[in-house]
């Protein structure tokens, strides 16, 4: 974590903890090589009282092209994610931003093995002929762009990131709608029967997104 702001910092450190994660933070752009060993996943501002957040990625994808870099900062002009993204960043996290939604994209990124990080620095999902693009938040079903409300997107995001693997409900209902949610999952299978209709799919037909009962839900890529 390469963070300036101190209560961002501390703050994210501890969350990030809590979930079982190894943290280490600076809160300067030459703290980077001081961090204690090569870590996985780099959560980087972009202004640093030191130095260009852009310029640090760049740095460290071109010596360390294992190493998977997340922007994490206020500017939020189209220019500035065109130009994060292609200094080397797999993802960019505009301020403010919400936790369950960082934690969730840090550990798709996670999941995807370091060798095919240029294919995640732009974000993009195809499973069929359904195609996501996390940057720009828009979707494609063959040729026809699908326009999605805020957390339909979301869902069908996470959903996305693991194809054929159940998500539990409760999982699901975390990582898009609140980290410490309990409590009734209606508004999740709301979610699920629109994301379907947007698909053009019939009720009691097979889905993309697939039910298994008492579990979650599994996107199959095709119905």
Same mark, same amino acid.
């Given at each position: 974590?390469?963070? $300036? $702001?101190?209560?961002?910092?501390?703050? @994210?450190?501890? *969350?990030?903890?809590?979930?079982?994660?190894?943290?280490?933070?600076? *809160?300067?752009?030459?703290?980077?090589?001081?961090?204690?060993?090569?870590?996985?996943?780099?959560? /980087?501002?972009?202004?640093?009282?030191?130095?260009?957040?852009?310029?640090?990625?760049?740095?460290?994808?071109?010596?360390?092209?294992?190493?998977?870099?997340?922007? @994490?900062?206020?500017?939020?002009?189209?220019?500035?994610?065109?130009? =994060?993204?292609?200094?080397?960043?797999?993802?960019?996290?505009?301020?403010?931003?919400?936790?369950?939604?960082?934690? *969730?994209?840090?550990?798709?990124?996670?999941?995807?093995?370091? =060798?095919?990080?240029?294919?995640?620095?732009?974000?993009?999902?195809?499973?069929? $002929?359904?195609? /996501?693009?996390?940057?720009?938040?828009?979707?494609? /079903?063959?040729?026809?762009?699908?326009?999605?409300?805020?957390?339909?997107?979301? /869902?069908?995001?996470?959903?996305?990131?693991?194809? =054929?693997?159940?998500?539990?409900?409760?999982? @699901?209902?975390?990582?898009?709608?609140?980290?410490?949610?309990?409590?009734?999952?209606?508004?999740?299978?709301?979610?699920?029967?629109?994301?379907?209709?947007?698909?053009?799919?019939?009720?009691?037909?097979?889905?993309?997104? *697939?039910?298994?009962?008492?579990?979650?839900?599994?996107?199959?890529?095709?119905?």
């Amino acid at each position: 974590m390469v963070e $300036d $702001d101190v209560t961002i910092r501390v703050g @994210l450190v501890r *969350a990030f903890q809590a979930d079982g994660f190894d943290v280490g933070s600076s *809160a300067t752009a030459s703290g980077v090589g001081m961090l204690a060993g090569l870590p996985d996943l780099v959560l /980087l501002d972009v202004n640093l009282p030191d130095g260009d957040g852009f310029e640090v990625c760049r740095t460290l994808v071109a010596r360390f092209p294992s190493v998977r870099v997340m922007m @994490l900062t206020a500017r939020t002009e189209e220019i500035d994610v065109v130009v =994060g993204l292609d200094s080397g960043a797999i993802d960019y996290v505009t301020k403010p931003f919400r936790l369950a939604e960082l934690k *969730a994209r840090v550990r798709a990124q996670l999941r995807v093995p370091s =060798g095919t990080t240029n294919l995640a620095a732009d974000e993009v999902f195809a499973l069929g $002929d359904l195609r /996501l693009d996390a940057a720009s938040r828009r979707v494609w /079903l063959g040729g026809t762009e699908l326009v999605l409300r805020h957390k339909e997107f979301d /869902l069908l995001e996470r959903l996305m990131s693991e194809p =054929g693997r159940v998500i539990r409900r409760e999982d @699901l209902m975390r990582d898009v709608w609140d980290e410490h949610w309990s409590g009734s999952t209606k508004t999740l299978d709301v979610h699920v029967a629109a994301l379907r209709r947007r698909f053009g799919e019939v009720p009691d037909t097979p889905s993309r997104i *697939a039910t298994v009962r008492g579990v979650g839900f599994r996107f199959e890529g095709s119905p």
